[in-house]
């Protein structure tokens, strides 16, 4: 309650975030077959199998996403299983070493390698996406509004480092040491992406990056993180929300969080602060 009131408060700061338009819906998609068990997971041919085990970790990925958005799913949550690469790349391609992807419409696709090659990343990969999921039916598919260190990062701290395991803490700190790392702009640009190749990172430790900011912000006050993702649900413009909640732009703390990892100290000063 304490959290409701105090994004309420949040969001008589903020403006709304606009929606990011939908595309048509893909045919394809709809000739997946439900499965009988669960008929929220729907699979390509030859993927049964493999919507079977989605169907056995899908209540508990559910509620773990519900759980740490402090919100239900506003919609009804599907999940699509392809049986072979090709069908996942006619959905989501250029991006061969995916393993997953929320595309638009909101449709979350499994690929199979999750199944046939890297079956431990299954439960993680599907909260991550899931995360991801859930802002979309509230925002607008991966919408401007929040920046995309936001999307990434919390999906992958939902999920307990799913989507971020391919880099280590310690490969992160690695290159924080290196000054290689991302930051918030000033002020939130909702007509430009940045993705981890704008600081010249690799994927996976932008994630781990993004994900070690919020669990620092997290663990700063699970009060307040709780009251900027309640606002920020409720579409409260992302600058606002944060300075709101936290007293400090996304780039101040972030400066600060990194200076502190970089030394290795738990105050650095001024001096540590990145450039």
């Known amino acids: 309650m304490r959290v409701q009131i105090f994004a309420a408060a949040v969001l008589l700061l903020a403006g709304c975030a606009a929606l990011e338009p939908a595309r048509e819906t893909d045919g394809d998609l709809e000739r997946f077959e439900p499965l009988a068990a669960d008929p929220r997971v729907r699979y390509g041919?030859?993927?049964?199998?493999?919507?079977?085990?989605?169907?056995?970790?899908l209540p508990a990925a559910i509620a773990?996403?519900?759980?740490?958005?402090?919100?239900?799913?506003?919609?009804?949550?599907?999940?699509?299983?392809?049986?072979?690469?090709?069908?996942?790349?006619?959905?989501?391609?250029?991006?061969?070493?995916?393993?997953?992807?929320?595309?638009?419409?909101?449709?979350?696709?499994?690929?199979?390698?999750?199944?046939?090659?890297?079956?431990?990343?299954?439960y993680p990969i599907?909260?991550?996406?899931?995360?991801?999921?859930?802002?979309?039916?509230?925002?607008?598919?991966?919408?401007?509004?929040?920046?995309?260190?936001?999307?990434?990062?919390?999906?992958?701290?939902v999920a307990a480092g799913g989507g971020a395991d391919l880099a280590s803490d310690a490969e992160a700190r690695a290159a924080l040491t290196a000054g290689r790392h991302f930051l918030p702009d000033e002020v939130h640009d909702e007509t430009r992406r940045k993705y981890a190749g704008h600081?010249?990172?690799p994927v996976s430790l932008f994630y781990r990056q993004s994900m070690l900011f919020l669990d620092h912000l997290r663990a700063r006050s699970e009060e307040r993180f709780g009251a900027l993702l309640l606002a920020l649900q409720q579409r409260a413009r992302f600058d606002d929300a944060f300075t709101a909640v936290f007293g400090a732009s996304a780039l101040e703390l972030a400066r600060e969080f990194f200076g502190r990892l970089r030394c290795g100290q738990a105050d650095c000063g001024d001096s540590a602060a990145s450039p």
Do not use: K
């Open 126 to 157: 599907l909260v991550h996406e899931l995360s991801h999921l859930h802002l979309g039916q509230r925002l607008g598919h991966y919408s401007m509004a929040l920046p995309v260190w936001f999307h990434e990062g919390l999906a992958s701290l």
């Open 64 to 122: 773990q996403v519900e759980d740490a958005h402090l919100l239900p799913f506003a919609g009804p949550v599907l999940v699509h299983v392809c049986g072979t690469e090709a069908c996942f790349a006619r959905h989501v391609p250029r991006t061969p070493r995916f393993t997953a992807a929320v595309i638009y419409d909101n449709r979350l696709l499994l690929a199979p390698r999750l199944f046939e090659r890297e079956p431990h990343r299954l």
């Open 45 to 57: 041919p030859g993927a049964a199998e493999y919507a079977g085990r989605v169907a056995q970790l």
């Open 199 to 201: 600081w010249g990172l």
